[in-house]
Nanobody, 122 residues
Framework: QVQLVESGGGLVQAGDSLRLSCAASGRTFSSDAMAWFRQAPGKEREFVAYISWSGGSTYYSDSVKGRFTISRDNAKNTVYLQMNSLKPEDTAVYYC???????????????WGQGTQVTVSS
């Protein structure tokens, strides 16, 4: 069974940092692009960042550029999202996803985790 399992979410204050992890099991994702999306209550799922299979290419949404960093460890079949200088508007459920190539549209990703809640208080 293929699974993506996110962890690391929580309740923090504005300006704090969090590191999310997404561990894959069931098959290797070392040849897949991986991405993070987020969804706030009442809003559509929003692209946050992606990373190519090698880690050599990354791309961020304007809303997180300069504050978030996506990385991966293919030996551990894990992708990370380091989130610094968190803002209340970053509050959302964060999902990791896998695709054969890096994309910004959620519909292009075939594998999804169950999500982890990030809440940033002001």
């Amino acid at each position: 069974q293929v699974q993506l399992v996110e962890s690391g979410g929580g309740l923090v204050q504005a300006g704090d940092s969090l590191r999310l992890s997404c561990a894959a099991s069931g098959r290797t994702f070392s040849s897949d692009a991986m991405a993070w999306f987020r969804q706030a209550p009442g809003k559509e799922r929003e692209f946050v960042a992606y990373i190519s299979w090698s880690g050599g290419s990354t791309y961020y949404s304007d809303s997180v550029k300069g504050r978030f960093t996506i990385s991966r460890d293919n030996a551990k079949n894990t992708v990370y999202l380091q989130m610094n200088s968190l803002k209340p508007e970053d509050t959302a459920v964060y999902y990791c996803a896998a695709s054969s190539s890096p994309r910004v549209r959620a519909n292009d990703y075939g594998y999804w985790g169950q999500g982890t809640q990030v809440t940033v208080s002001s």
